[in-house]
């Protein structure tokens, strides 16, 4: 289970992290960003996210943070 | 439940939106190289050199030091900043217009001269800055601005594979060709980044690598059709992969 953060100051809706989720999560949202832009955005009601980090792997702008739930029994770094 | 962060933003890339267009490959490699800086704790002693092209604002980006140098011109500063201190990472951060083009020359004798400095350089197949006219890289039958019917080599000649032509050269250490086109590919980039700095830092020579990356804006394309261009049209002529590595271990 994973939870992804898209930071719409520098989203700049390019769409690759779209065609990166395995999941097909993500879209392109309706709204306009403050920078003039259509972010992506998260759909995600059934939690099927895997936190895998593809999305923020591919996005140019990193504007991408990528949660995962911490497993029990491993150590801290 | 508990929730750890598994990627974001370097430290080293300072949290400003970049110029480039949706989708720019740029962005991609500025972030690898980034988290590479990160990764070996060097921040307090990189020096990147920055060209003349899309990439010219990129001191505005890196938390770094940077030098900007005449076009084409980055290896040459980067050699007098290496040489008189040894003890700093230098990397040059270049296009191919800068590269390939008009600093051939320098691109080509500071691999002669093995010069312990890094260069990342970012291979799209057109001038991007300038409005998409045709570069050395760009493919035979490709359209730009300057060849409107496509790259034809009966006057135009042909596409230069410059990491097959530095990788010849004794003095060159560690060279290698990747893209930012998919998931897999980015993350052997970011391998070949760190391979690269820690080859300067082990002082074995030269070090370059050749990225492959897409310009949606001058290629007319969405951006995803543009990384789809890239696997289908760039990397048939421009193949991936390590060309030359230290002799010691890897």
Redesign the interface.
């Known amino acids: 289970?994973?939870?992804v953060v898209i930071d719409e100051?520098?989203c700049?809706?390019?769409?690759?992290c779209i065609?990166?989720c395995p999941q097909h999560l993500l879209r392109t949202a309706k709204r306009v960003s403050k920078?003039s832009?259509h972010p992506a955005e998260l759909v995600d009601p059934e939690g099927k996210c895997t936190?895998c980090?593809?999305c923020?792997?591919?996005?140019?702008?990193?504007a991408?943070?990528?949660?995962?739930?911490?497993k029990a029994g491993v150590k801290e770094k | 439940m508990e929730m750890e962060m598994v990627s974001g933003r370097p430290k080293t890339l300072l949290p400003v939106p970049t110029h480039y267009c949706p989708g720019c490959g740029h962005g991609v490699i500025h972030r690898l190289v980034a988290e590479v800086i990160d990764g070996l704790g060097i921040r307090e002693k990189t020096v990147v050199v920055a060209p003349v092209g899309c990439a010219v604002l990129l001191y505005n980006y890196f938390d770094v030091d940077a030098y900007e140098a005449a076009h084409g011109r980055a290896p040459a500063i980067a050699t007098g900043c290496k040489r008189v201190n040894p003890e700093l990472v230098v990397f040059t951060y270049q296009g191919d217009g800068d590269f390939a083009a008009i600093g051939t020359a320098e691109a080509v004798h500071v691999a002669a001269r093995g010069e312990k400095i890094t260069t990342i350089f970012v291979n799209n197949a057109v001038y991007g800055m300038t409005g998409g006219q045709m570069a050395p890289t760009t493919l035979l039958g490709q359209k730009t601005t300057t060849t409107t019917s496509g790259r034809a080599s009966e006057t135009a000649g042909f596409p230069i594979r410059m990491s097959e032509m530095i990788a010849t050269l004794p003095g060159a250490a560690y060279v290698a060709r990747v893209s930012v086109s998919s998931p897999k590919n980015v993350a052997q980039a970011k391998m070949a980044v760190r391979k690269a700095f820690e080859t300067q830092i082990k002082g074995l020579g030269y070090s370059l690598v050749e990225f492959l990356s897409q310009c949606p804006t001058n290629w007319h394309m969405t951006p995803v059709e543009s990384v789809r261009w890239v696997e289908e049209q760039m990397v048939p002529y421009y193949p991936l992969g390590e060309l030359k590595v230290p002799k010691e271990e890897y």
Do not use: H, S, W
Request: charged share 25%.
């Open positions: 289970m994973g939870k100051e520098f700049k809706g390019c769409t690759l065609n990166a920078t832009y936190g980090g593809l923020a792997l591919v996005c140019p702008d990193a991408i943070q990528v949660y995962r739930e911490k």
